[in-house]
Structures are given as structure tokens and as C-alpha cells.
């Protein structure tokens, strides 16, 4: 069968074409709805700072009778943060428009399209795993030397411990409480934090301790 060819393009010539494409794999995002959208409005600077004023100290001492207590300054910690564009772009010749069977403008602007969702997914994701607050399963003390499955009491050990750093550093929980029904099997759900994971770790995670399958929940 000959292939003939406009560019990197190729279309058919001995085959009945079906007129409809073929859909692509496309991961599912999930960073997303987690972020907080700040934009920053034309003909200003590329970085924006981020301003938290700080907690003050515990007033634990008694006041005295008619003495003013000594005043708190307050403290404000900044978070500076640098825009970056990201970008691609796929030529298309008008021989490829006029000759092609398919139609190759809308499947490349749908490309385009899912390009630049999972590149901001994955800058996203790169920036969260790149912090230092760090958990490890095992004796492992770095990212290169994990060792270790979340499988069994280790998953469940390892996920008090990050349960307690939240606590301790005032983090608060952002998901809804589940409450039980006259479903068959149901749990209630205490507020609780949401974690991320890659697909990969989806064995081990259903193998720790106290793990509910997800057709055990009441909703």
C-alpha cells in the first residue's frame, strides 16, 4: 500500500478512511482544583509576594491592676513567586488543510490544547514534591534511597506521622464530613486532609492498615 505524504503528515490513498478520529489518552488532573488562581493584571511585574502576618505570642501572664501590658509588634513572613510561560506550537501548511483527509486543524488545536493542561499539571506537581518537609517509609533519607512499601502498619505509621505534622503546624482540613447511612457497610469519615499519589502506589496503599475501599463508603 503506497503512503503519501504532506510534511510529517501522512494520509491514506488504497483504504476506506473512517471519518472519525480515534481519541487519545489523557490523564486525569488533579492539581487543579487544589490551587489558588492570584493573576497579575497587565503592564505589571513578572513576581508577585505573598504576605502572611504571623500568629503572636500566647499572653499567658496575669494583668496586673492599672498597668498597661507591654504591646506585640506584629511580624509578616513574605513568599516571593516568578511567573514563567510555557509554550509549544505545531506548524500546519495550507497544503496539509486543503489535502488532508482529517480533520488535522481540530485534532492539533485538541492537542494543543492537552498539552498545556499537563504541563502546568506537572510544573505544579514538580514544585510540591521539591519541598523539604519530607516523610520517609523505612530507613530511607533521601527520595533516591526509599526502600520501603506503604503496605501493612508502614503506610499506617507513616501517614500518623504526617497526620500529626499537620496538626502541630495549625494545617487545617479541607474535605467534607461523610456520614453514615443505612447503607450496607458505610463508615463515617472525619474531616481529613487529601493526599496525592502516583497510580503506582495504588497496591500499597490498598494493603496498609485501615485502608477503605472506596465501595465501602456511604457516598
Not at 4 to 30: C, D, E, F, H, P
Not at 82 to 102: H, R
Not at 108 to 129: F, Y
Not at 182 to 211: E, K
Request: proline letters at 4%; a positive charge; hydrophobic letters at 40%.
Amino acid at each position: 500500500m503506497a503512503t503519501n505524504t504532506s510534511g510529517n503528515i501522512g494520509y491514506r490513498t488504497n483504504a476506506y478512511v473512517k471519518g472519525r478520529m480515534l481519541q487519545r489518552g489523557q490523564y486525569l488532573l488533579v492539581t487543579e482544583r487544589f490551587g489558588q488562581s492570584a493573576p497579575i493584571p497587565k503592564h505589571a511585574s513578572k513576581t508577585r509576594t505573598f504576605r502572611r502576618v504571623n500568629a503572636l505570642l500566647r499572653a499567658t501572664a496575669p494583668l496586673a491592676e492599672a498597668v498597661v501590658p507591654a504591646g506585640q509588634q506584629l511580624s509578616v513572613t513574605d513568599v516571593t513567586c516568578t511567573m514563567e510561560q510555557y509554550g509549544a506550537w505545531v506548524p500546519l501548511s495550507d497544503v496539509v488543510l486543503d489535502t488532508n483527509e482529517d480533520p488535522i486543524l481540530n485534532e492539533a488545536a485538541d492537542a494543543c490544547g492537552e498539552q498545556a493542561a499537563e504541563t502546568i499539571e506537572v510544573v505544579r506537581i514538580a514544585v510540591l514534591t521539591g519541598g523539604t518537609n519530607v516523610f520517609y517509609v523505612g530507613t530511607a533519607t533521601t527520595r533516591a534511597t526509599v526502600n520501603g512499601s506503604l503496605a501493612g502498619s508502614n503506610g499506617r505509621d507513616v501517614f500518623r506521622k504526617v497526620y500529626r505534622s499537620f496538626k502541630t503546624n495549625k494545617a487545617r482540613e479541607i474535605s467534607k464530613i461523610i456520614k453514615a447511612t443505612a447503607m450496607v457497610a458505610t463508615q463515617p469519615v472525619a474531616p481529613a486532609y487529601f493526599a496525592m499519589g502516583h497510580t503506582d502506589l495504588l497496591a500499597d496503599l490498598a494493603g496498609a492498615t485501615g485502608f477503605v475501599q472506596i465501595e465501602n463508603y456511604s457516598d
